[in-house]
């Protein structure tokens, strides 16, 4: 492994807490994390991505991105569709070797492998992650009705640390493979390609950087000094100029810039149609500009010369059901224009009011406006304000912590992780954790991120995620209990501290503060963890004849029962 590679690779295991782990499987993470974030905007974690070992069909990740959105669970296919009314798919797998050349029979042989893992009758063995992704799979191809643009996209990277000259022999290699998967006629799209040292690290350089973009912004009138805000502009853009803005190098829309707008794409409905119409007939292109309430765009960093602006950390804060219409129409936008507000501002206030105003002008509820509330930037605020061996770091912006030299990945905490442990760990809602965050939110209605919310509990619920992943990674508990992670999770906190959660803060505070200490306590929070371990044990025997835990176990109401129910047990031992 060459000096820069090999650089990179010590960088991420220190970062991702793989530093015990054998170099193969160190760089199969790094190389997981290097495609998948050059397909998904949003923090993940790659190890959960794994599909190494024995049965592995020569498969080192695989990740499935819906909507943009990367997905684990099949409830969470269910909850897209129902959503978005739509569902658009890229499916990601790579191989991943240390060795420094291409072996064309590898090439050759994950081909093989991939056609009989994509058949409705596989026949090779698999191993459990893999068999967790094929039903991933499955679950997708059932709602293949509601493939909007097409069947899903194949991706596939074989990577290695060599160099990657384009060998004929190899090439000849990729295209019979390439051609083998399309023949099974399921995809839209096949993507083969091999990857060396250079691409690799290009790829891992771009997943470290915050979003940047560059565009012209020709009609555009720079506003007066406005408290609060560096810079701002209002003008009109070429659609062309904006697709720039919110789309990847691979030609994908960036589903992170619309983390800060409150909906989701609506898909076409009457508004959404309205505004492809106004694109696709010719005679109307030229109003658009005169039709269309416009986008507003809020950046962290900006750079001008002439009129070629370069935006870094930016997000589209109001704007996202036209910003998707153009990019659906991006062959029809010759003589379209854009209204464009575009502002400058570290204040995280500014930016919060600016959403809070552009989305009302679009009648959003109110409910849909409490993600911009004050509570969002307390929990940064909070879990930021402990010392540095408890502190964890709550993501508000899509790869705000990134780019932070040395910062413990693992110590992240996105709003979808947060939502899922929160829910579980306090409401009791372990066996719907895994559904789509946003859909989660909405069963549980006003009990997640309400209006005076005190951050506590979230922080607990996240320090238990947090340190029940580091048990799993150093082999304190078997990594055969991660499908039962989340009614771990609320195991934790009926086992630790029973009875109800208090209503009253000073009481609520007093209780989040004994749990989250003995957490994490070097001694006693992987005991406590232990200790429920036979609790799990016990439920899965008595929900399965053949004591099997996987997935399909742990997603039932009577499975999370029997849990509560042996945590009762265990207390009164």
Avoid at 273 to 297: A, D, K, P, W, Y
Wanted: charged share 30%.
């Amino acid at each position: 492994m060459d000096r820069i590679t090999g650089s990179f690779l010590n960088e991420f295991a220190s970062e991702r807490q793989l530093s015990h782990e054998s170099e193969s499987n160190k760089f199969e993470a790094f190389c997981a994390y290097c495609v998948i974030s050059s397909e998904f905007d949003g923090e993940f974690d790659p190890v959960e991505m794994r599909t190494g070992g024995g049965n592995d069909l020569a498969v080192d990740s695989a990740a499935l991105v819906v909507n943009g959105d990367i997905v684990t669970e099949p409830e969470e296919i269910d909850d897209l569709k129902k959503r978005n009314n739509y569902l658009q798919a890229r499916i990601l797998i790579t191989q991943a070797k240390t060795t420094s050349g291409f072996d064309g029979a590898r090439i050759t042989d994950l081909a093989d492998n991939l056609c009989d893992f994509f058949s409705n009758t596989p026949s090779l063995p698999m191993s459990e992650e893999l068999r967790n992704f094929k039903e991933l799979i499955e679950r997708l191809y059932e709602n293949s009705t509601s493939f909007r643009k097409g069947s899903p996209d194949l991706v596939v990277r074989y990577v290695t640390t060599g160099n990657w000259t384009g060998d004929a022999h190899l090439t000849s290699k990729v295209a019979a493979a390439k051609a083998r998967l399309e023949e099974l006629n399921i995809f839209e799209t096949v993507d083969f390609t091999c990857l060396g040292a250079r691409e690799i690290q290009s790829l891992y350089r771009s997943a470290k950087n915050t979003v940047e973009a560059e565009f012209l912004f020709q009609n555009q009138v720079l506003l007066p000094d406005i408290d609060g805000i560096e810079q701002s502009y209002i003008g009109t853009v070429a659609a062309t100029e904006y697709l720039k803005l919110i789309s990847d190098p691979n030609g994908n829309i960036r589903k992170s810039l619309f983390y800060e707008n409150v909906r989701d794409f609506q898909d076409y409905n009457d508004v959404n149609r309205g505004i492809r119409s106004t694109l696709q007939e010719e005679h109307l292109r030229g109003r658009f500009v005169v039709l269309n309430n416009g986008i507003t765009v809020v950046a962290r960093e900006m750079g001008v010369v002439g009129n070629k602006f370069t935006l870094r950390d930016y997000q589209i804060v109001n704007g996202c059901q036209t910003s998707h219409v153009l990019f659906d129409e991006k062959d029809e936008l010759d003589g379209v224009h854009v209204p464009l507000r575009l502002i400058v501002t570290q204040d995280e206030d500014v930016t919060s009011s600016v959403t809070a105003a552009t989305n009302k002008q679009t009648l959003v509820s109110d409910e849909d406006l409490r993600a911009l509330e004050t509570l969002q930037k307390e929990l940064e605020a909070f879990f930021e304000a402990h010392p540095v061996e408890k502190r964890l770091y709550y993501e508000r912006r899509s790869k705000q912590h990134s780019s932070v030299p040395g910062l413990e990945k693992t110590r992240i905490i996105t709003r979808p992780q947060l939502v899922r442990t929160y829910a579980a760990m306090m409401l009791d809602e372990a066996w719907r954790a895994g559904r789509y965050y946003k859909e989660l939110q909405r069963i549980r209605g006003d009990e997640i991120f309400a209006p005076g919310d005190l951050p506590d509990p979230y922080y607990v619920s996240a320090v238990a995620a947090y340190r029940l992943e580091y048990f799993f990674r150093n082999n304190y508990v078997d990594g055969k209990y991660k499908p039962a992670r989340y009614q771990i999770l609320m195991a934790i906190r009926h086992y630790a501290e029973p009875g109800p959660v208090p209503s009253k803060r000073r009481d609520l505070e007093r209780y989040c503060t004994r749990l989250t200490d003995r957490l994490w306590d070097a001694q006693e929070g992987p005991a406590l963890v232990q200790e429920i371990l036979p609790v799990v044990d016990a439920a899965v025997r008595e929900t399965e004849k053949d004591g099997i835990l996987d997935r399909d176990t742990v997603r039932t109401q009577a499975f999370t029962d029997l849990m509560l129910k042996g945590v009762g047990s265990l207390r009164r031992k």
